[in-house]
């Protein structure tokens, strides 16, 4: 994975309660979600919130967000998935590696990219991925 330079963003779905396509979701996708909650959410709301069902997530009036959008990250060059990518209420994400709950620790806030720490799975990526990430969003 050290030599992906050429991505692009695959959007797959947006996600609101309007919707009622969370049973769409895959098993790996509702864990990833749930694994972003205490990111995302005020620590209170995360606190209390009832992960059981995925649509709760999304119930704003108990803190949830008003919608999720999901993408892909490609590798242009090997035409294969990298990552996932949730966005949330629009100026917000987390990247996963490709169907798993391996967040990299690469974030977008306020449309920005940004990178956490260093872990695992973003020490295999390229120094500059932030800034390909930015770009190509």
């Not at 990111?39 to 119930?59: G, K, P, Q, T």
């Amino acid at each position: 994975m050290k030599n992906i330079q050429n991505i692009k963003f695959d959007f797959l779905a947006d996600y609101k309660i309007e919707d009622d396509n969370f049973k769409n979701l895959t098993a790996v996708q509702k864990q990833q979600l749930i694994a972003c909650v205490p990111l995302y959410l005020i620590e209170s709301d995360a606190e209390n919130m009832d992960v059981s069902d995925i649509v709760n997530l999304f119930r704003e009036e108990d803190g949830g967000w008003a919608e999720a959008c999901l993408y892909h990250i490609l590798d242009t060059d090997s035409d294969e998935i990298a990552f996932d990518f949730w966005v949330f209420n629009e100026d917000s994400g987390t990247i996963f590696e490709h169907n798993t709950i391996n967040n990299i620790e690469i974030y977008m806030n306020d449309y920005n990219f940004e990178l956490a720490r260093a872990n695992a799975f973003n020490k295999k990526l390229p120094e500059n991925f932030v800034d390909v990430l930015q770009q190509e969003f």
